[in-house]
């Protein structure tokens, strides 16, 4: 039985690791996160649920556009009646959040959480057989094909860190890939929030990208939150300021929406990658070495949600194809 190696339990290595399992190859996911869904995350803050990655997703593909069928179905996704520059295709999202599409995703799978991955070695490359992958926490893995759905820089990193023939990787489209930081404030409220229906709101001026309602949108049912993302420029200039006095900054100018009164708490997040900006065109990366290395994820091909869900599925069929 043929094995696969996925480093990165988001929308992209789910995706690879469900379809190469359809396959009949025997598959392992290490995310180093504490669950899974990579940036398609969900928060708990009391009684209030709160998406602070994705908000949504659009399906344009009809690989994508099944997929999304079949998480209907299962009572998994449902629809936000949105209308905004996206508005002609449905905004689907996380009947409980959008990390519960993940969740779905790895019921079925082998998904090491907790595992950083810090290295990675062919196991012999004489023989061109396959990868060995080391963490954080020391412990070793094994298989034919290695696929890596993280962030490139954070994939740079790593190879950086490996013991990797530098020609048989294409470093400049890695370092080609860049990605927007993003900081989210996610805010719990005393009673909803004074946002119009539905619940998603683009400033057109200010350092507010995005407002959306978590209670309106359905996934906050109990305690009603908003989330708010900071603009890239704004992310960018107050990365590394306190996190907490930015979140106050931003919720000072959204008084309208968002009444001081109201607010029962605040945390803040910092996204050093979010969206991916420049992307590779195509839907993936193979490395010219003797066993199978692919480089994955939403900095490749058409980006977001459905564009990781995308490339984890050309990763998968070009590595069952055996190309
Ligand atoms: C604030 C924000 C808002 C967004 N809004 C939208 C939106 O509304 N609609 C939309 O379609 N998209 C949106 N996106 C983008 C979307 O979330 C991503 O494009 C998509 O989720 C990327 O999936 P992925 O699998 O490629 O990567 P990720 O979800 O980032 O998954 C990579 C995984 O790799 C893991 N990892 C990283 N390094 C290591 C390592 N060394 N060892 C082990 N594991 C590692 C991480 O923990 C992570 O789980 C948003 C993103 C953010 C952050």
Known sequence: MPSTLLIGAGIAGLTAARELTRQGHHVTV?????????????????????????????????????????LIESNVVGI????????????????????????????????????????????????????????ETDRTFEADNLLITIPAPQALTLLHDSDIDADAVDFTTLETIQYAPCITVMVVLKRPSQLPHPGSLRPDH???????????KGISPNQPSVTIQ?????????????????????????????????????????????????????????????APLLFGGDGFGTGNVEGAFLSGLAMARAVSAGQ
């Not at 990579?38 to 997929?67: N, V």
């Not at 905004?84 to 779905?104: R, T, V, W």
């Not at 290295?119 to 990868?131: D, K």
Request: negative net charge; contains cysteine.
């Open 30 to 70: 290490l995310d180093k996160g504490r669950g899974v869904g990579g940036r398609m995350a969900t928060r708990r803050i009391d009684q209030s649920r709160l998406d602070h990655g994705a908000q949504y997703f659009t399906a344009h593909s009809p690989d994508f556009q099944t997929f999304t069928t079949e």
């Open 80 to 135: 936000w009646p949105v209308s905004d520059p996206d508005g002609q295709f449905p905004h689907y999202i996380g009947c409980e959040g959008m990390s519960a599409i993940a969740k779905h995703m790895a019921e079925s799978l082998d998904v090491q959480t907790g595992e950083r991955v810090v290295r990675i070695e062919q196991i012999s490359v004489l023989t061109g057989q396959g990868w060995r992958v080391t963490s």
């Open 206 to 216: 200010g350092p507010v990208a995005w407002l959306a309602d978590n209670f309106q």
């Open 230 to 290: 900071a603009n890239p420029a704004f992310s960018q200039a107050h990365f590394d300021n306190d996190l907490m006095g930015v979140g106050h900054a931003l919720l000072g100018q959204l008084a309208e929406y968002i009444p001081p009164a109201d607010i029962l708490t605040y945390q803040v997040h910092r996204w050093r990658y979010s969206m991916a900006e420049v992307r590779h065109p195509e839907p993936y990366l193979r490395a010219q070495t003797p």
